[in-house]
């Protein structure tokens, strides 16, 4: 039955450079969706984080005032001890929101450079980010080490498919420039979730 399932096009059909470049904006259009998404998640969840931390400090501010309540009721401190206490336990109250507030504020990706990958950093056959990219003679730049393991399967160029040698690729020095200035900038720091 699955004999005669067609596992390739048919010799008729051509696929095009421009095709594959298509194909190549499509999956890398795809790739920058699912990491929006992701992020977007990521800047929820810490926003319910840190929701929850000022509900946690507020009722142990809460439980402290209580307790000196109850000390005042049972006459183990004064009017003007308990007060004093109060006072401390309100001030503590307001420095740790103010604190974590400003943890959370420096920790915000508002605050920082956006965490985007520019697409002239990214290699058009693995979808990452660039370290070391060369320039084919037809003027796309690749990973090295991406393209010299495709090459050692297939001796063309995988966006125009013409014939491409290791010996056709020179490094491109402007683009390494910045991939370096990408790399120092933090991105180390978040790329894991690219």
Known sequence: ??????????????????????????????????????????????????????????????RELDRVSAQL?????????????GQEILESFDRKVSELRAVFIAADPANHKPREIPDHLVDMITFEPMHDPVTSKNGHSYERATIYEHLKRSPTDPLTRDPLTVNDLRPNFGLRAACEEFWESGASEWIVDW
Do not use: H, N
Request: hydrophobic share 35%.
């Open 1 to 62: 039955m699955w004999d005669s399932v067609v596992l390739v096009p048919a010799p008729a059909t051509k696929i095009s450079p421009k095709d594959l470049e298509t194909f190549s904006a499509f999956v890398l259009k795809c790739k920058k969706a699912k990491f929006a998404v992701r992020d977007r998640e990521r800047l929820r969840r810490q926003g319910d984080l840190r929701a929850e931390l000022e509900e946690t400090l507020e009722a142990q501010k809460q």
């Open 73 to 85: 009721d049972r006459k183990e401190l004064g009017q003007i001890e308990a007060s004093e206490r």
